[in-house]
């Protein structure tokens, strides 16, 4: 489990898709799951970085990441999640920024894999309700990755190389998307 946690990590850290203390994975298995713990970066994660919690709150889930809830409810209504990664994808984020309620890829790529993301508007000072509308979209329109506006990415599969990889192409297709849209000289 350790190895897969730390390879994406890696991945994740040395694409630019998280910072040094940003982002949260976690793979959830028959008792429970796995996710990274608060504050921890995702880079060269060790065992120590990671926590098994249950599905119901107790003391584990002090140490987990701050985006638990968010990981935990996903699970209990989508029924294919099998691992879960957020990322702070830099133009992913700068999109919604820009005002993008559907990040719709204009590469070959992208739209192969994504057809469109949706960006949700969960203002900051009401973000504990992350923890039920990113879970109810998921559940909702059957997709597998969605954007929350100035904040990042939460993407799932049944592992999470490919929650990465879902991730990876939304941050590729934002850059060409600002690249092309917003005139950017420096290709």
């Known amino acids: ?27 959830r298995v028959k008792d429970g799951i796995w996710i990274t ?16 919690i249950g599905f119901e709150r107790d003391v584990r889930w002090n140490a987990a990441s701050s985006e638990v809830e968010i990981h935990v409810n996903v699970y209990k209504l989508v029924g294919e999640a099998k691992a ?4 702070h994808s830099p133009s992913t984020v700068a999109l ?9 890829p204009i590469d070959y790529e ?9 960006v949700l508007d969960i203002p900051y000072n009401s ?12 559940k909702d329109t059957n997709r597998t990755i969605v954007v929350a506006k100035g904040h990042g990415v939460f993407a799932f ?6 929650a990465a990889q879902l991730v990876s192409a939304l941050e590729n297709s934002s850059k060409l998307i600002l ?8 290709l």
């Not at 489990?1 to 976690?26: A, P, Q, T, W, Y």
């Not at 973000?127 to 998921?138: G, H, T």
């Open 96 to 104: 919604s920024f820009l005002g993008y309620k559907t990040i719709e």
């Open 84 to 87: 879960i990664v957020h990322a």
């Open 127 to 138: 973000w504990q309700l992350a923890k039920e509308i990113i879970p109810e979209y998921f």
């Open 157 to 162: 599969s049944e592992t999470l190389f490919k």
């Open 179 to 186: 690249e092309v849209d917003h005139g950017r000289k420096d």
């Open 1 to 27: 489990m350790i190895g897969e946690f730390r390879k994406v990590g890696n991945l994740l850290f040395l694409s630019h898709l998280v910072d040094v203390s940003s982002g949260n994975m976690s793979a």
């Open 37 to 52: 713990k608060t504050g921890r970066s995702l880079y060269n994660l060790r065992g120590k970085d990671i926590v098994k």
């Open 110 to 118: 992208g739209y192969l894999f994504l057809k469109s993301v949706d």
